[in-house]
DNA sequence: TTGTACGCGTTATCAA
DNA sequence: TTGATAACGCGTACAA
């Protein structure tokens, strides 16, 4: 403690606080004598006073997926405007070890949880009871911030049509209902239905490395080939690394991509720009996205603080509109 | 404090810190109380208490670059083998909000810091007199972990050359002498005098956005297409992103890659694997960076606590070997 | 404007 | 094997 300077603890800890509440002459003495020591502020001491760490947990599926890595990237930039800190865990799709770092978040007070992986049911992590927003995921009894997936898929089916495509295909997953990426295949097959296009739903799963991304793209590409002989195909991906991948085949096939192929991909990652044909994409805005995240945080860090879990008996759920960027696979 | 449960909070915290050192009778009233209360340890009082936070500081320029989310995802996933939990901060390539940066962690007492971004001169680093390890990067007063970038160089000569290249090209931004990847330039230089190959190093400055980036590169492939017209020409290009800008360019007006271009990357980060045509590329051994880097700085976390700052009066400079991944940029 | 006294939840030390 | 006590550095009354 720096008393050495001769003043209380208080005034030193007003100081730290607001350094105003302390007469100017004395703030320079205590900023020498800060200097002068190499003393550095404890916050740790302060969140044991008055429990605000300003530290938020994140868990994240991994940092190799572009998108995952973009999203961190603008959370943690939110520091500048909030003041939180984050740490850091990568999933690894294992529900134990995901409740073993939630539970070291929470024996590190952390306020808050941004969870963007899919291991552990909504029902589950709102039992924490803690402040939570997930991010693209389901989220039926937590708050979450999405993007707008339903019209996610209309836009990309529009744009393919609008290129004059003769049958519009979507391949995804088999996602759960419940999952926001159920929407780009509603949206897609809606839009298709009402406008009467040719359409196919393409049900694959791709798997999780990148080898088995391309084997299986490469297999649907293929059977596409074979059974659209003479017809104009829109194929809609569901993210922008399966798109590059089904646009890297192609155009290893034909040496560049051919008038009869269109590609939209999902997310605006930045694959889908630096691609060998920039990739027209449904865009996420990734940076509201984190806003938001934080925004909904801080709402139930208030309600927390002014013990008020009432506020939090629903949860809020924000939805951001996608961008379409059009570039050169709808051209 | 759960002494509802009739022990003291010594026995409690013994439960927390060494659950063997309490009868396995009382362990389980401990463990029962626990959960009936919902009560969670907090480990922030621990700090207090011991001073050990188990947080280390992360300083990266951004997660935008593959290379940088890569080796973050390995130094996160350290956690399952040293425990430490990783606050992480986004450069921005601006001194002052470094040392803000900075600042806050101390504040925290994270036990360490790691850091990739090049903006703070090592001296200024070692003068916050904290267990510190940096990644790539200017190191004179620090300790570090690098990859062997002259070993580097010198693997790029070599597979070029053997795949027949006339003329072997190195492109590079102004590297200072004293940054790892200077060493590039040394060994490929190096190599060919020995070898007597020609060559010729290209210093560009291919920008910060990927826009510029291809502008830059584009420029410097339409100069060397009218230099050496009739001969097979080797590159190296200084980084994964920048070779694959450049094997896209190269396809765009070819349809493919022709055999009078062979091209080697650097870093072995996904991109290179995932690029139209694999690219080959002298790999870093990112799990092993991180992995080395948490070692050196649990070498000074454990001088530091027995107060031998004399164990860090030298640096420690670990280097790694580069291994050269062969794919197809070089048949 | 500044100081005193106490509390936050844990660990270290010593004693029982 | 357990308990009592002081201490970690700061915030918050309340008092001066």
Redesign the interface.
Known sequence: MAEYTGFSKTTISRYFSNPDSVTLENQDKIAHALETLNY??????R??ANGK?E?IGVIIP???MHYY??V??HI??T?EKYGY??????GKDDADVERRYI??L????TEGLIVLSHTLPSKELSAYNIPLVTIEREDKYVCSVNTDNYMGGIQAATILSKSGCDILIHANSDVPEDVPAYGRIKGFKNFCEKNKCDYNILIRDFGKT?DENYAGIKNMFEETEAKYINKTVGIFMSNDTHA??LL?II??K???LPDKYKIVGFDNS?IS?????PITTVGQQVDKIADEAMQILTVQINAFKKRKPELLSKPIHKVLTPILIRRETTR
């Open positions: 550095k502020e404890n916050k740790l001491a969140v044991m760490t530290i991994n940092l190799y890595s973009n961190l990237d943690i930039s520091y800190k984050f740490i850091v865990f990568a539970s070291e929470l024996a590190y007070k990148y590059n991948i890297n155009i290893k034909y040496g560049k930045p720009k630096e691609a060998i044909v």
